[in-house]
């Protein structure tokens, strides 16, 4: 299997995965956005909530802000403190405004310097004039298979797409050039060219359009283009490893499974 | 995780696995068709939110069917190394 890194800017990466298959890319995708643990507000207690929000809303809007994931915090139930919400596997994060004012993400104070918001100008809630809100909260590491606020990103793989064409049965009559919706054909020269195969979406308009049939699109079996953006919560080539890490460690659990039936 | 046996005979086995689903079970199941000994290898989630994967496995003379499966487990471990150390190689470019 080979990997080579297309992109790497901010959050975002592409990258192409070679002689896999798609169980394995699968895998992957699924392990990345699913087995990845980061931060996320997981408990909230409302000490005064004058806003128009009820207190259960605003306590999902917070859970879906995306807080920065150091290394080092442990799982709620690998620290088995008893009240949950120790130093080692929790951060608590306060906020205290009065109105008016737009409450922004970047209010929330945090006890821990690296378990910040990933952006400050997220809005939360509006409060009128003499309202009030106040409250603590408890961020804890958690999975994305258990709620979407604990998923690191969106990964997204597609096919890298193959387009054949049979030149003596091809008369450049452009069809298919007019009817591409991403315009990745050009005639030129009396002659039918691709400009950028892999920004094709198989959608077949340029086969239904030719009269003459000479085109074919297909796409190759074990070549994968993979997208992570992250949430900013961990760099993207991180979301990577910890997946490729997640996966091998359930691999070893199982092997240790098997070997005691 | 936890494995529970279902059904053990000869070459063939049939385990629940316990606190896993379709991430573990696919590329396993793909792993073991790749193998030569295994004739059979499959899995069913009877219900997304109920039920564990039971995962099936039947095998040909000269493996056990708990060989094969720690065989494709390791397989896929191998993979997972190789592609770490490439991405290592090419983040340090």
């Known amino acids: 299997m080979e990997l080579e890194i297309r992109k790497l800017v901010g959050d975002e990466m592409e990258f192409v995965l070679s002689g896999a298959n798609p169980a394995f890319a699968n895998a992957l995708r699924r392990a990345m956005l699913r087995e990845v643990p980061i931060m996320a507000i997981d408990e909230v207690e409302f000490l005064v909530n004058d806003s128009a929000m009820y207190d259960e809303i605003l306590a999902h809007q917070l859970a879906l802000v995306p807080l920065r994931t150091p290394d080092g915090y442990l799982l709620r139930d690998e620290c088995g403190c008893k009240e949950g919400s120790c130093p080692r596997c929790s951060v608590s994060l306060t906020l205290k405004r009065e109105g008016p004012a737009t409450v922004l993400s970047g209010d929330l104070k945090s006890s821990d310097n690296e378990v910040v918001p990933v952006s400050g100008s997220i809005p939360l809630v509006r409060l009128d004039e003499g309202q009030r809100l106040e409250f603590t909260a408890i961020a804890r590491l958690g999975f994305g298979r258990e709620h979407a606020k604990w998923q690191p990103g969106i990964v997204a793989y597609k096919y890298v797409p193959t387009f054949e064409l049979d030149e003596r049965a091809c008369d450049a009559c452009g069809a298919c050039v007019k009817r591409c919706p991403r315009n990745i054909l050009e005639l030129s020269d009396g002659k039918l060219k691709v400009v950028d195969v892999e920004k094709c979406i198989m959608c077949n308009a340029c086969v239904e359009a030719c009269p003459r049939e000479a085109i074919r699109i297909g796409h190759h079996e074990d070549k994968f283009i993979f997208r992570i953006e992250s949430t900013g919560a961990l760099p993207s080539e991180q979301i990577l490893l910890k997946a490729l890490d997640a996966l091998e460690g359930k691999c070893k659990e199982f092997i240790k499974q098997v070997k005691k039936l | ?93």
């Open chain 2, 1 to 93: 995780m936890e494995l529970k046996l279902v059904n053990k005979d000869g070459r063939n086995l049939t385990v629940k696995i316990i606190g896993e689903d379709h991430t573990l079970c696919n590329i396993l199941r793909k792993t073991l068709h790749e193998d030569e000994h295994v004739i059979t290898a499959s899995y069913t989630i009877e219900h997304p939110l109920l039920e564990h994967p039971t995962f099936y496995v039947n095998v040909k003379k000269g493996k056990t069917p708990e060989r094969a499966l720690t065989d494709a487990a390791e397989r896929i471990i191998e993979s997972c190394d190789g592609l770490q150390k490439k991405l290592l190689r090419e983040l340090k470019k």
